[in-house]
């Protein structure tokens, strides 16, 4: 059984339309035609009998044999005679015998004789009685039936030249749609092949269907090739990371095992709980970040963000105070939105605990919640160094971390939870200069 091509079957496709349509639209024409020709004939019949018929009442078979004989003139298609009961012409242009028996007859088409030249032209006529005989009055169809079969033969030229257009279309389609999906594939046979940098395009002027599906495609790659530098980084960034904390794990371990007092044994094994913490919170942040991005929006519900604001703030500002620190508290009145109340709770936490690192002794926190434009903003402010607009983008991705000797705690994995939990929520996690300090703003939209 042989397989058509999708463009081939979009090639056949496109002659069968065409010549279905032109079959309908020569099928709607002839019948127009017919009708209207028939229609025509009708009337100039039932005319031409009244006609005649008026002549014979006012002047008798004599008048109504001169009309004929003038009506003749110059017609060669006129049918016009007076028959007896047996169909038997007395006078005028027709056979010299009906094929029938005379009655009076309003419009029909039909031979008017058995055999002969008249048994094999149809004639469109009407019978009238004139006194004891009949008049039979019409035309022949020679004209009309060489005028349908003008129609007939323009018809089906029309048809070819449709079915030629049609297979032209057909391939032009053909070619068309093979171009746009052979560029589509290429791009994806060169991405499966390893190059992540090759894209469909569009093509100028464009905007069509194909260019929709090679803008969608592209911007997925993009997505692809995004997070496959991400992971290269995190990849590089763990090995790195780890290798530090495991190399005093193993250090610590070393010297707890050869302490010579308890004391120092104490305090070895003090820093290797210290060193494991270390490490059990980047794999902890892993795992939330991942659990962010797996997470649907049908886990989300519908809760008061102002409540929850308040349960943290009343969990961190005894924590601020402890370190010196000022917590300010703004809620203004929200709306309900639909939020993950675990994830969202934990990156306002991150974001308080990046604040409580980095504002400085005798600084200040400020947690907020407002609303405008149809958007939650959620926001924590504090009074250290801040980040430089330049350093934004890294901050927020995985093991960004602005410090670049790795001299202070953590991972760089803070903010990245943060901006995946404002993903989650189909907002985003914006940063800005408190001048000085840090704004961090989570933006989720409402329903």
Do not use: C, K
Request: cysteine-free; glycine content about 8%; proline content about 4%.
């Amino acid at each position: 059984m042989i397989r058509l091509s999708i463009t081939a079957r979009l090639a056949l496709l496109a002659v069968a339309l065409a010549l279905a349509s032109s079959f309908v639209i020569a099928g709607f024409v002839w019948q127009q035609t017919h009708d209207d020709a028939i229609g025509q004939l009708r009337r100039d019949t039932v005319e031409q009998a009244d006609t005649f018929a008026a002549v014979w009442r006012s002047g008798g078979t004599d008048a109504l044999a001169q009309a004929i004989s003038d009506a003749q003139e110059g017609d060669d298609s006129l049918v016009a005679e007076v028959v007896d009961g047996q169909g038997q012409r007395r006078l005028g242009v027709g056979p010299d015998r009906l094929a029938f028996v005379p009655a009076a007859e309003p419009f029909r088409i039909d031979t008017l004789a058995l055999n002969g030249d008249w048994g094999q032209r149809e004639v469109g006529f009407a019978i009238r009685p004139v006194g004891r005989d009949w008049l039979v009055s019409g035309r022949l169809l020679d004209d009309w039936e060489r005028a349908q079969r003008t129609i007939e033969r323009a018809l089906l030229l029309a048809i070819l030249l449709s079915v030629l257009l049609g297979v032209a279309a057909g391939l032009v389609l053909t070619r068309y749609v093979s171009t746009r999906l052979n560029r589509i594939a290429g791009a994806v046979d060169a991405v499966a092949a390893g190059d992540l940098t090759r894209r469909v395009g569009t093509v100028a002027g464009g905007g069509d269907a194909f260019d929709r599906l090679g803008s969608r495609i592209d911007g997925m790659l993009d997505r692809i090739d995004r997070l496959m530098a991400e992971l290269r980084i995190v990849t590089d960034s763990i090995a790195h990371d780890l290798r530090s904390p495991i190399a005093r794990l193993r250090a610590r371990a070393e010297a707890a095992s050869s302490a010579p007092t308890p004391a120092q044994r104490d305090a070895a094994l003090a820093g290797l709980t210290a060193e494991t913490d270390l490490v059990m919170r980047m794999l902890t942040v892993l795992l939330e970040i991942s659990r962010s991005e797996a997470v649907t929006r049908d886990a989300l519900v519908t809760l008061d963000p102002a409540g929850l604001i308040e349960e943290i703030a009343d969990l961190y500002a005894p924590v601020a105070e402890d370190a010196g620190l000022r917590f300010a508290l703004d809620i203004q009145p929200a709306p309900p939105a639909r939020l993950h109340r675990e994830l969202l709770s934990q990156a306002i936490a991150n974001l308080i605990d990046n604040a409580l690192r980095h504002a400085g002794q005798g600084g200040e926190i400020a947690l907020s919640l407002s609303s405008a434009d149809g958007a939650l903003r959620i926001t924590v402010a504090d009074r250290g160094p801040g980040i430089a607009p330049a350093d934004q983008d890294r901050a927020r991705s995985r093991f960004g971390r602005l410090d670049s000797a790795r001299s202070l705690p953590g991972a760089g994995l803070g903010l990245a939870l943060v901006d995946a939990v404002a993903r989650l929520h189909g907002g985003r996690l914006e940063l800005a200069d408190n001048d000085p300090g840090l704004i961090a703003a989570i933006v989720i939209p409402y329903d």
